[in-house]
């Protein structure tokens, strides 16, 4: 499940829960291009939750976050960070990361 | 204006010239020419307008001797004599450009023909000598020949500064004449940004290709000849996140890959970074060096301020000559040098180039010196800066480095590249320092990179100095306009085969491209994509190249498909900024124009090529044929 959040809503995440978190750009190909694989995944795996926040407008939870530019894609356990991909990557990769959380 | 997609085939480099070469021999054999009135054939292998085939045939089998007369005193020609035979075929090599070039051919018996071969001008924007300062003495029949680091072509420089070889091709980096005379350098072909080629080609100063030598993982910055010929390569693994951490030893027969080095198995790749380090390209190999006396391997790492050893058999790291600051301690303890000598003179090499294994063990390189720090706050600007050729002594018992050589310091910021460059050691206190990357803006050496200076501004000179010292004593200097990667002082003949008839192979092997697993939602249009794409499609015989222009952060992929199968390649429109541009050949001016190169391995049948942008998939109307 593919959800869109703000900063605000970031913070009433549960945060035991694993997720990813994809820090995206409007105006980035590689960003638009992930949307697809998310996509993707997320139709694979419909349980798993996927959060998208919009870098450019929610720019102080990204500083907090440490992410750097877009795509970014952030893998959380138990409230702690556990990998993050920086730039587009194909599906392999993501569910690699995805499945080291269970 | 209405939609056009520009498509272009064009076969090798490599058939063109067999094509050409069957065709003048040919002709040869039905004209059966004497030397009274021999066959001349200009730029018989279409790269090079400052050469000449001259054939003829003799009863009796002799050893012809060719002269191109120079331009002013009989002292400056240039001779060679052939092997005897009935048929003869001579490169002419050395031509003056736009001129009636005398030329002589002589036997034995003192008969003679004196030719005149007429050449055309060289391109406009050739880069021309703006001083030089040589003798005949000094350098007797050698020219000097520099590699491009741009868009600007390879050419050789005699005594006086004219222009006496080049290629009309863009070839890449180190030229290097290899034990049989030939001579190894990058080949023109794009591969992958910033400036990844298809590997390495063999050469004769004619610019016919024997060999190109394709590599999976591509060709950048240097190569090296082992005793038994086969190449040493610098590369990388694309599958991969990082570039330019890799060398291969190529079969120089088959081109197979027969030996790999990974630094990434013996380096740490987040410490000692450079001014210009990032994580993909953290350590930015830029040469290599086999030394036969300790069998170990010598790799320059631009990014790491660090010129590092390796054990040939094992990859295993033996020592690093660099600033230790910002390595963990246990890697200072085991492999760093600790400076011992005059201190007052020394100074650590930073995101240097070239580096050379003299007979004795010295270890020589380009100081470049950008930064000059490792740390943010202590770098040093480039106009407060100078760069250098330098020799370090090391003691591997003691693990001590003394500097007992350098020039350039002196020069401070006139002399500065802060990229690319090389030196030569010819022999005890003789040694070549080539500062082929110098920009200055405003007349003070500029804060960028040569490639991302506005070169056609008034403000702004690109330039090139190359030097030669001999205990002391600079005996010759010669500065030209543009950049260039490195420089070699060779002759233009050799005592081997200046020319070897018979066709050149294309050999090793491409990579299959990465494809994209994920394929958008688009609707598909019958129709060709607009014009503001400005799309090319330019095929080889065992790739294509697709030229496009985007605005940033359009969603652009490429899809080949035939019926039942579909190949995607996805295409990044976003604008990359490059730390290192060590060769801007393939450096648009407009960062809205990219370029992909796909290879033909793996792939058989005609394939349509369709093109999404955003949410619709155009026609382009051009289909790929691979074998």
Same mark, same amino acid.
């Given at each position: 499940?593919?959800?869109?959040?703000?900063?605000?809503?970031?913070?009433?995440? /549960?945060?035991?829960?694993? &997720?990813?978190?994809?820090?995206?750009?409007?105006?980035?190909?590689?960003?638009?291009?992930?949307?697809?694989?998310?996509?993707? %995944?997320?139709?694979?795996?419909?349980?798993?939750?996927?959060?998208? %926040?919009?870098?450019?407008? /929610?720019?102080?939870?990204?500083?907090?976050?440490?992410?750097?530019?877009?795509?970014?894609?952030?893998?959380? &356990?138990?409230?702690?960070?556990?990998?993050?991909?920086?730039?587009?990557?194909?599906?392999?990769?993501? %569910?690699?990361?995805?499945?080291?959380?269970? | 204006?209405?939609?056009?997609?520009?498509?272009?085939?064009?076969?090798?480099?490599?058939?063109?010239?067999?094509?050409?070469?069957?065709?003048?021999? $040919?002709?040869?054999? $039905?004209?059966?020419?004497?030397?009274?009135?021999?066959?001349?054939?200009?730029?018989?292998?279409?790269?090079?307008?400052?050469?000449?085939?001259?054939?003829?045939?003799?009863?009796?089998?002799?050893?012809?001797?060719?002269?191109?007369?120079?331009?002013?005193?009989?002292?400056?020609?240039?001779?060679?004599?052939?092997? !005897?035979?009935?048929?003869?075929?001579? !490169?002419?090599?050395?031509?003056?450009?736009?001129?009636?070039?005398?030329?002589?051919?002589?036997?034995?018996?003192?008969?003679?023909?004196?030719?005149?071969?007429?050449?055309?001008?060289?391109?406009?924007?050739?880069?021309?000598?703006?001083?030089?300062?040589?003798?005949?003495?000094?350098?007797?029949?050698?020219?000097?020949?520099?590699?491009?680091?741009?868009?600007?072509?390879?050419?050789?420089?005699?005594?006086?500064?004219?222009?006496?070889?080049?290629?009309?091709?863009?070839?890449?980096?180190? +030229?290097?004449?290899?034990?049989?005379?030939?001579?190894?350098?990058?080949?023109?072909?794009?591969?992958?940004?910033?400036?990844? @080629?298809?590997?390495?080609?063999?050469?004769?100063?004619?610019?016919? +290709?024997?060999?190109?030598?394709?590599?999976?993982?591509?060709?950048?910055?240097?190569?090296?000849?082992?005793?038994?010929?086969?190449?040493?390569?610098?590369?990388?693994?694309?599958?991969?996140?990082?570039?330019?951490?890799?060398?291969?030893?190529?079969?120089?027969?088959?081109?197979?890959?027969?030996?790999?080095?990974?630094?990434?198995?013996?380096?740490?790749?987040?410490? #000692? #970074?450079?001014?210009?380090?990032? $994580?993909?390209?953290?350590?930015?190999?830029?040469?290599?060096?086999?030394?036969?006396?300790?069998?170990?391997?010598?790799?320059?790492?631009?990014?790491?301020?660090?010129?590092?050893?390796?054990?040939?058999?094992?990859?295993?790291?033996?020592?690093?000559?660099?600033?230790?600051? #910002?390595?963990?301690?246990?890697?200072?303890?085991?492999?760093?040098?600790?400076?011992?000598?005059?201190?007052?003179?020394?100074?650590?090499?930073?995101?240097?180039?070239?580096?050379?294994? @003299?007979?004795?063990?010295?270890?020589? @390189?380009?100081?470049?010196?950008?930064?000059?720090?490792?740390?943010?706050?202590?770098? +040093?600007?480039?106009?407060?800066?100078?760069?250098?050729?330098?020799?370090?002594?090391?003691?591997?018992?003691?693990?001590?480095?003394?500097?007992?050589?350098?020039?350039?310091?002196?020069?401070?910021?006139?002399?500065?590249?802060?990229?690319?460059?090389?030196?030569?050691?010819?022999?005890?206190?003789?040694?070549?320092?080539?500062?082929?990357?110098?920009?200055?803006?405003? *007349?003070?050496?500029?804060?960028?990179?040569?490639?991302?200076?506005?070169?056609?501004?008034?403000?702004?000179?690109?330039?090139?100095?190359?030097?030669?010292?001999?205990?002391?004593?600079?005996?010759?200097?010669?500065?030209?306009? *543009?950049?260039?990667?490195?420089?070699?002082?060779?002759?233009?003949?050799?005592?081997?085969?200046?020319?070897?008839?018979?066709?050149?192979?294309? +050999? *090793?092997?491409?990579?299959?491209?990465?494809?994209?697993?994920?394929?958008?939602?688009?609707?598909?249009?019958?129709?060709?994509?607009?014009?503001?794409?400005?799309?090319?499609?330019?095929?080889?015989?065992?790739?294509?190249?697709?030229?496009?222009?985007?605005?940033?952060?359009?969603?652009?992929?490429?899809?080949?498909?035939?019926?039942?199968?579909?190949?995607?390649?996805?295409?990044?429109?976003?604008?990359?900024?490059?730390?290192?541009?060590?060769?801007? $050949?393939?450096?648009?001016?407009?960062?809205?124009?990219?370029?992909?190169?796909?290879?033909?391995?793996?792939?058989?049948?005609?394939?349509?090529?369709?093109?999404?942008?955003?949410?619709?998939?155009?026609?382009? *109307?051009?289909?790929?044929?691979?074998?």
């Amino acid at each position: 499940m593919i959800t869109e959040i703000t900063e605000k809503e970031y913070g009433a995440l /549960n945060q035991s829960e694993p &997720k990813l978190i994809e820090f995206y750009s409007k105006t980035c190909g590689p960003c638009k291009m992930l949307s697809f694989v998310l996509k993707d %995944i997320s139709k694979q795996k419909p349980e798993f939750p996927i959060y998208i %926040i919009d870098f450019d407008e /929610n720019r102080e939870l990204k500083e907090r976050l440490g992410v750097k530019g877009f795509p970014t894609m952030l893998f959380f &356990k138990e409230g702690l960070e556990v990998s993050r991909l920086e730039g587009l990557k194909q599906k392999p990769a993501i %569910i690699s990361a995805i499945d080291a959380l269970a | 204006m209405s939609n056009t997609i520009r498509y272009i085939s064009q076969d090798h480099l490599i058939t063109r010239q067999n094509r050409a070469e069957q065709e003048f021999l $040919a002709a040869f054999a $039905a004209e059966k020419p004497t030397l009274a009135a021999p066959k001349v054939v200009v730029n018989p292998y279409l790269i090079n307008p400052l050469c000449a085939l001259v054939m003829f045939t003799t009863p009796d089998a002799v050893a012809p001797t060719l002269t191109v007369h120079g331009k002013r005193y009989e002292r400056e020609n240039i001779t060679h004599t052939f092997k !005897p035979a009935t048929e003869h075929v001579l !490169p002419v090599l050395g031509l003056y450009e736009d001129f009636a070039n005398q030329v002589t051919v002589s036997l034995p018996d003192g008969s003679s023909t004196t030719l005149t071969i007429v050449t055309g001008k060289l391109p406009e924007d050739v880069c021309r000598c703006l001083n030089v300062q040589a003798s005949l003495d000094y350098l007797g029949d050698n020219i000097m020949f520099l590699s491009p680091a741009g868009k600007n072509l390879p050419v050789a420089y005699d005594y006086k500064g004219d222009i006496r070889w080049m290629l009309t091709e863009n070839t890449m980096f180190d +030229i290097k004449r290899m034990k049989n005379g030939n001579i190894v350098t990058g080949s023109s072909r794009f591969c992958h940004m910033p400036y990844n @080629c298809t590997g390495l080609v063999e050469i004769n100063l004619l610019g016919k +290709i024997y060999k190109e030598y394709r590599m999976p993982g591509n060709y950048h910055h240097d190569h090296f000849e082992m005793e038994d010929g086969n190449l040493l390569a610098l590369t990388q693994d694309f599958s991969r996140d990082t570039v330019e951490d890799m060398c291969v030893l190529l079969d120089r027969n088959t081109g197979y890959i027969l030996k790999t080095w990974d630094y990434r198995r013996v380096l740490p790749m987040s410490v #000692g #970074g450079s001014g210009s380090q990032d $994580a993909h390209d953290w350590f930015h190999n830029n040469a290599v060096w086999y030394d036969k006396r300790t069998h170990s391997l010598t790799f320059s790492g631009r990014h790491q301020d660090a010129v590092i050893n390796l054990d040939y058999e094992t990859g295993d790291l033996k020592w690093i000559i660099g600033d230790p600051e #910002g390595w963990p301690q246990e890697m200072v303890d085991k492999y760093f040098f600790k400076p011992v000598g005059d201190l007052t003179r020394f100074d650590w090499q930073y995101e240097q180039h070239a580096c050379v294994v @003299c007979p004795d063990g010295d270890v020589m @390189c380009f100081d470049n010196g950008q930064y000059r720090a490792k740390v943010k706050e202590k770098y +040093i600007e480039n106009r407060n800066n100078f760069s250098r050729g330098v020799r370090y002594r090391i003691n591997t018992d003691k693990m001590e480095i003394e500097q007992v050589w350098q020039y350039g310091k002196e020069r401070g910021q006139e002399f500065f590249s802060p990229y690319i460059c090389n030196v030569e050691y010819y022999g005890e206190g003789h040694y070549m320092i080539h500062s082929g990357g110098i920009g200055r803006e405003g *007349g003070y050496a500029a804060k960028a990179l040569g490639p991302f200076l506005d070169a056609q501004s008034p403000n702004v000179e690109l330039r090139s100095i190359t030097v030669e010292e001999k205990d002391g004593v600079v005996l010759y200097q010669l500065e030209t306009e *543009g950049n260039f990667y490195r420089a070699e002082k060779l002759p233009l003949y050799h005592d081997g085969d200046n020319l070897v008839l018979g066709d050149g192979q294309l +050999i *090793g092997s491409l990579e299959v491209t990465e494809e994209f697993d994920t394929v958008p939602e688009t609707e598909e249009v019958f129709a060709l994509p607009p014009s503001f794409h400005n799309l090319l499609i330019e095929e080889d015989e065992d790739r294509f190249v697709f030229h496009g222009r985007f605005e940033k952060g359009t969603l652009a992929m490429l899809c080949l498909e035939k019926e039942g199968e579909s190949h995607n390649y996805f295409l990044n429109t976003s604008a990359t900024w490059h730390l290192a541009m060590c060769s801007g $050949a393939f450096l648009e001016k407009d960062e809205r124009d990219i370029k992909i190169h796909i290879s033909k391995l793996g792939l058989h049948g005609v394939f349509k090529i369709k093109l999404i942008v955003n949410d619709r998939k155009f026609q382009t *109307g051009v289909s790929i044929c691979c074998p």
